[in-house]
């Protein structure tokens, strides 16, 4: 399939589309015919594109991404994978893949180079879905604290420049928009296009200044962010940070809304 591919369509096109282009670069990683990539597409060092088959860590993460079910997200290992990670191993697998590629990790050294670009996405992922701090991290994974600490600021600051290809306004006149108003017409709301929300995120370095005004209904320091989703949780809009104790109706006025 992927020969084929490449002799049908231009070159710009498979990258451009992400899904065809996961699926490309996946079977020249498998088949470790990485010249193409490298030489062609991308100046990494081959360092940088070590295929980790067997993930050579012993932990118990290097054991569950090795599971012959990991892939069956009705599995009890898959099943557990969602839970402590947060995501299904098949988006575990594409956001390894899109760290290769865009070299995220900046792997451009033997002593980068040590600890599996996988392992290193699981520390991520384990810190945003869980909010462990890096020393729990460090005992999971077997990974200095420190280490943990840089690899995760690297993943912030490299993988949020991909924001704009996933993150994009609804197209006024798209048939995704026409299907999200439909179930709100069927339920008695026609011409809506969202469920409108405050949603309270703890700040736990809150300054001291601003904790009377942060701690609200949580009896925490908070930020709110007024939020519009639909009924297949995509999220439509998310305003600005406001101090946790505004509530929503101030949020409206403020944000100057019609109800």
């Known amino acids: 399939l992927a020969i084929f591919v490449f ?18 670069v996946r079977y020249f990683l498998k088949n470790n015919n990485i010249d193409y990539l490298i ?8 360092s940088a594109w ?3 088959k067997n993930h050579e860590i012993n932990t118990n993460w290097g054991k569950l991404i090795n599971h012959p079910d990991i892939n069956d997200h009705n599995s009890p290992q898959g099943k ?32 980068n180079n040590k600890i599996p670009v996988e392992i290193k996405v699981l ?16 005992e999971m994974a077997d990974i200095g604290a420190s280490t943990v600490n840089t690899i995760f600021h690297l993943f912030l600051d490299n993988f949020s420049k991909f924001l704009d290809e996933f993150v994009h306004p609804p197209a006024v006149n ?39 005004q942060c701690r609200g209904k949580e009896k925490f320091p908070t930020l709110s962010f007024n939020c519009v989703v639909d009924h297949s949780r995509r999220i439509h809009h998310c ?3 406001f ?5 929503d109706q101030t949020l409206s006025i403020i944000l100057n809304i019609n109800f």
């Open 7 to 24: 002799i049908q369509m231009d070159e710009d096109d498979i990258f451009a589309n992400n899904e065809l282009y996961g699926e490309i």
């Open 39 to 46: 030489n062609k597409k991308f100046k990494l060092n081959r």
């Open 50 to 52: 070590t295929v980790v």
């Open 80 to 111: 557990l994978f969602r839970r402590r990670f947060r995501v299904p191993f098949p988006l575990f697998e594409w956001i390894v893949l899109k760290c290769k590629l865009e070299n995220v990790f900046k792997c451009n050294n033997g002593n």
């Open 123 to 138: 520390c991520c992922l384990r810190i945003l879905g869980r909010d462990n701090c890096a020393d729990d991290i460090a």
């Open 174 to 212: 798209s048939a995704f928009l026409g299907d999200v108003m439909n179930v709100y017409e069927k339920l008695g709301f026609p011409g809506c296009i969202g469920s409108m929300d405050a949603t309270h995120i703890k700040w736990s370095k809150c300054t001291k200044k601003l904790q009377n």
């Open 239 to 241: 305003s600005t940070a």
């Open 243 to 247: 101090v946790g104790t505004t509530n």
